[in-house]
């Protein structure tokens, strides 16, 4: 048979086991949301990262481009200078060049 003191002892170890249960529940569940609001905003940063890595490619084709471009027009830039010099020299002479 249970004595009343043994049973007011119990009461209160139960309440108090009680209380910091709630109070337990009560902080995982904050540690849960801020864990869902950072993994959003790691989720944003992810998209934001994709985003620059498509425009930096992008920009990447783009100056390849551009030096092809360069490349050929230099290229055509030095046939059309061997042609002049050789049409000074078979107008003007050798003492043109």
Not at 28 to 47: A, C, T, Y
Not at 56 to 85: C, H, Y
């Amino acid at each position: 048979m249970p004595t009343l003191t043994g049973q007011i002892i119990k009461d209160i170890v139960s309440k108090e086991v009680t209380s910091a249960t709630s109070i337990l529940q009560s902080e995982i569940s904050g540690v849960r949301n801020e864990v869902k609001n950072l993994d959003q905003k790691v989720n944003g940063l992810d998209q934001k990262i994709d985003t620059v890595i498509t425009q930096l490619s992008d920009i990447a084709g783009q100056f390849k481009k551009f030096d092809e471009e360069q490349t050929v027009l230099s290229g055509q830039m030095s046939n059309r200078t061997d042609r002049i010099v050789k049409l000074e020299v078979s107008v003007f002479g050798d003492a043109a060049a």
